[in-house]
């Protein structure tokens, strides 16, 4: 497809289990952005890659998360042991790599933990 | 590191009416600005963008914001709000190529 996939769009856990979501970025964009959406919060800066660069992990907010993007490519965001305080929208954006190139979003992964 | 903070967490206007949705900014560098727009049941997508140059910039959907360095502001407007521009308007920025930081969002009501 032509645009940012991501993957599942919804999912359910239980509190204390791992989850992994995925992201395709659109061909050729180098730069790739995870965000958390939650109510009243905005969308929350989680990490970004940005080529064969180290990755900016400072928006992760404990070490219960990580990501990692394979040849450039798709990216997985793992969270680790989920809290119910992980509930929120998930989404991952690319971009081509020049900083005042525009983002494209994926439609998000709905995450909720009971 | 850079910030973004919106006044106004809800903003309500009469259709006709003039939007004016507020960003203030902060960055050790000069600053890339950008208003995003996420429309019900939609993805976010790009409104208009400030990187160098004219400091008024026009987006879609008659929608203009103008840097002002001085007061460390990019704020949204629209001369005449139409029903469809119901939705969540975020302002953005970055530090020239570094990562892009949202500010909390603005939810936009149009009152018939």
């Known amino acids: 497809g032509a645009g940012v996939s991501q993957s599942p769009s919804n999912k359910v856990t239980e509190k204390g289990k791992d989850v992994e979501l995925r992201c395709d970025p659109i061909s050729g964009h180098t730069a790739l952005y995870w965000y958390r959406q939650s109510l009243g919060q905005g969308l929350e800066f989680l990490i970004y890659?940005?080529?064969?660069?180290?990755?900016?992990k400072s928006g992760l907010p404990s070490d219960r998360f990580s990501a990692e993007r394979t040849g450039g490519s798709v990216s997985t965001l793992t969270i680790q042991r989920t809290q119910q305080e992980d509930s929120a929208v998930y989404l991952c954006a690319s971009s081509l790599d020049r900083p005042n190139e525009k983002l494209f979003f994926g439609s998000g992964t709905q995450l909720s933990v009971l | 590191a850079q910030s973004v903070t919106q006044l106004g967490s809800h903003v309500s206007v009469s259709e006709g009416a003039l939007v004016l949705l507020r960003c203030n900014y902060s960055?050790?560098?000069?600053?890339?600005l950008f208003w995003y727009v996420q429309y019900p049941n939609q993805g976010l997508q790009l409104l208009l963008k400030y990187t160098t140059g004219a400091t008024l910039v026009k987006g879609i959907n008659g929608f203009e914001a103008e840097f002002k360095k001085s007061e460390t502001s990019f704020h949204l407007t629209k001369p005449s709000a139409h029903m469809s521009d119901a939705a969540e308007y975020f302002c953005?920025?970055?530090?020239?190529?570094?990562?892009?930081?949202f500010g909390q969002g603005t939810e936009l009501s149009v009152k018939p």
């Open positions: 890659f940005q080529g064969n660069s180290a990755p900016d």
């Open positions: 960055s050790s560098v000069p600053p890339y």
């Open positions: 953005a920025v970055s530090n020239q190529g570094g990562k892009l930081i």
